[in-house]
């Protein structure tokens, strides 16, 4: 039994009485002490989808349909108080927004111990103790005396190193990452990223880490999920997809960031158009009015999902070769 | 820290002094003077030359003034000129305890009633509690205190007899006798400053839990009582706290008009009385004592940022 499973997920926006699917009919799991990277543009489904996981989705978004089953269990069968009770303790979050996301008014200890307080139930003296563990084991250096501060003394790194340490607090199974790197510097990037994995492998959390950037997947995901305009468009073995995507979209993604494997004289090339806005309606598949390699096909009708792709025209390898 | 505390105690010093300056000069632009309000057209002109030079007042103004600052800045505030010529500071001190006393019962009305309704009101956004509130503010700020302070003569006093109608109660007399005498009045000051409290609550609450760490705190596994407690409210306090601030100095204003229905001679009653009898010397005494608590009042609200705030310090 995988640690999550989610089952045709779909979620929707209420507004003026009209619902706007977000998240359409997305399925995928994760096992225990695994690492699967979600990735797509803004507005893809990928945020709102883990945090439907967490139960934690604004009003205006409700699930519509589908099935998310944390070690068998249906959380959409669960009451309120339950959800509550498996934050933190079965699943926890780290967000993008590490500037914004701790309270800037209680300071850095206050916010790790009450984690460990309410989800371990520890005595105020042991949960201090375990938070300066907490915070050497996520590298920030002279714990005892950072404890007292508050987030307006520690940078945008050390605050998502924070923001690890609460969410590994009280021993979560799952870790969902949003971003977690997007709002840090580039050399800053790389060194969070590592801590999550040496994290997540020294105790066995699994991690869904959510990005933008296909090129950082191969690295920290075993496997992967393109998201497009609510949909899984492309999943499968993070390496394979990395080395010869198959989604036309996928393809977009990598060739849009640059990569050190290749030679620098291949120039980037964005992918054209804007993201598809989930208040218009789009025939077909959803990717078309940007896809390069769109027939008559693609406006009409919509891609089943096989074989790990959602396309009716997937790529080869030989075709990305000439392609290049 | 020590040293802002000074520097602004400092500046509330000069603030006051502009304060004295600016009052002798606007109560003697007021038409009429103690004169014809004292004599009326009773007296001779021999006895009205009297009088005026008794109280200097045949002097050229300026002279008055510096003659005034003088003796206000050696602790002297002069003597009312009318009746029984008491100081102006013992006039001062007499009513100054009981005005207090108004202020802090309608300032723990105002709070007890706009905390709970505030809250509530934006954690049920647009249920029929969050009407409710809306419809209280609304009402509240709407009823003009002295017309409240009526109508809650007529029921709670006159009709029920559950609480004195007039006066005031020393707490020396005891607890209950000085807070029943108290609760009329603090109810009819009190309700419009609840009513705006509340509403500033309420739209700093929502906005403060619609932010980042709100989430945070809930994909702790907090329950939704410590995360609008703990993480929510606190937060929310930051702008309201100006707003408390300056509503508590405005409660003396407001005690002005409603220490006169209740018949309450505090700092309000003895100032519209000094305004009506062009007593100089009171009116302008009071004015500082009232300009004094203003000051004060706003430093410690800027003193209380920083205990709310840690990314606030001063040095």
Redesign the interface.
Known sequence: MPLLDTQNLTVSLTQDGIETPLVRDVSFSVERGETLAIVGESGSGKSVSSLAIMGLLAKALQIQSGRILFEGRDLRTLDDEALRQMRGRDMSMVFQEPMTSLNPVRSIGSQIIESIEENLGFSRSDARARAIDLLKEVGVADAERRLKQYPHHFSGGMRQRVMIAIALAAEPKLIIADEPTTALDVTIQAQILDLMARICKDHGTALILITHNLGIVARYAQRVNVMYGGRIVESGDARAIYNAPRHPYSEGLLRSVPRLDQDRSIPLKPIQGSPADPFTSISGCRFHPRCPYATHICKQEVPPFTAGVACHFPLTADALESAS | MLGYILRRLVGAVLVMLAVATLVFFMIRLVPGDPIAAMLADAGSQEAREAMTRRLGLDQPVIVQFFYWFGNMLQGDLGASIYGSNQPVMKILMEALPKTLSLALISFLIAITIAIPAGIIAATRKNSAADVGVSLFAFLGLSMPDFWLAIILIIVFAANLQWLPAIGYAPLADGFWPWLSHLILPGIAIGTGFSAIIARMIRSSMLEVMQ???M??????????R?VLM??AF??AL?PVITVIGIAFALLISGAVVVENVFSIKGLGRVLIQGIQNRDYPVVQGAVLLISAFFVLTNLVVDLLYAV????IRYS
């Open positions: 932010a980042d760490y989430r945070t705190a809930a994909s702790k596994g907090l329950t939704q410590v703990r993480h606190p937060n930051i709310i705030d840690p990314r």
